[in-house]
């Protein structure tokens, strides 16, 4: 079952394209996590372009994110202060990413950007947690190991601090305001929500509960992906409605049964879980940039001079 997609000038499977979304949303339901770090590749391995692949994932993880969110919101596990103050930084990330994407593109760069991006990202974090979560799980049942004493941290020291009684946490709003606006450009620009970035960062830097911290982490990502999706439509053209419903059905139904497995898994084992799921996609790019491709050469038509 087939069909056309305006804006990517292609045809594609329907069953397809939601079944990708299905087992999208659910890792996104899972980790806490927008999914675009997989669905966006996925895409662009099936053949849609590039542009279009980041530009109609962004809907699609909103709608993700959205439908894993209602169920942490039920639950009381969303500290809503804290995601407000990410999403200042978060929408001015958006606009931020989404102007470099459009300058790369116009560049002919964009892909080879994208490519390289998801290599050290996600080979960075992938890496960091893979070593992180192993250690964590050949501990178990082991005493902990002494915690030494350490000093206050250089977020500890900065000035215009907030208290986020959700989160049992008081500190600076200048590292959450920057946090989001990197978060926000790399989802611009990437087609991501960032959640695997987020999440991590708010656990081990400041030290946010793992118990509000996901349903957090959608509420900030739905924001900033329903800006993006806008700017990307308003400012070139690139999101494919058709697409774009297509991953909003099948990562939306996802979510829900993949919210419900994560909640009955150790943490340790969803994150030794994701991190390999990072390091699959980042080695997938990088064997994409390092093999041959059967057509070294394309010849395009050049634009005449004026």
């Known amino acids: 079952m087939q069909i056309y997609l305006p804006i990517a000038e292609l ?21 806490g996590i927008g999914g675009g770090f997989l669905m966006t590749p996925l895409l662009i391995f099936i053949g849609i372009p590039t542009a279009v692949a980041v530009a109609s994932e962004a809907p699609q993880i909103a709608a993700s994110a959205f439908s894993g969110m209602l169920a942490y919101w039920r639950r009381g596990a969303i500290d809503v202060k804290l995601g407000l103050v990410l999403l200042v930084g978060g929408v001015a990330g958006s606009g931020l990413g989404v102007w470099f994407f459009n300058a790369m593109r116009d ?122 999706t806008f700017l990307h439509a308003t400012t070139n053209a690139s999101v494919d409605a058709a697409l774009a419903v297509l991953l909003m059905l099948g990562g939306s139904i996802g979510a829900q049964f993949g919210v419900r497995a994560g909640q009955k898994m150790r943490g340790e084992h969803l994150r030794l879980l ?33």
Do not use: C, H
Request: aromatic letters at 6%; charged letters at 15%.
């Open 11 to 31: 045809p594609v499977n329907v069953l397809l394209v939601i079944g990708m979304a299905l087992a999208v949303g659910f890792i996104s339901g899972m980790f």
């Open 274 to 306: 994701l991190a390999l799921l990072l390091l699959a996609v980042g080695a997938r790019f990088l064997a994409d940039l390092t093999v041959r491709p059967a057509d070294p050469f394309s010849v395009v038509a050049a634009e005449p001079r004026s």
């Open 107 to 228: 560049a002919g760069q964009l892909e080879a950007i994208i490519a390289v991006a998801y290599v050290v990202v996600l080979g960075a974090i992938g890496g960091l947690m893979l070593v992180e979560s192993v250690r964590t799980v050949s501990r178990r049942g082991a005493p902990p190991p002494p915690r030494r004493r350490e000093g206050r941290s250089v977020v500890d020291r900065l000035p215009l601090k907030m208290r986020f009684r959700r989160s049992m946490i008081v500190v600076s709003v200048i590292p959450l305001l920057a946090l989001g606006l990197f978060i926000g450009f790399v989802g611009a620009v990437l087609g991501i929500g960032g959640g695997f970035l987020l999440v991590p960062v708010l656990v081990y830097v400041f030290r946010v509960p793992t118990a509000v911290v996901v349903g957090t982490s959608l509420f900030q990502i739905l924001v900033t992906m329903i800006a993006a």
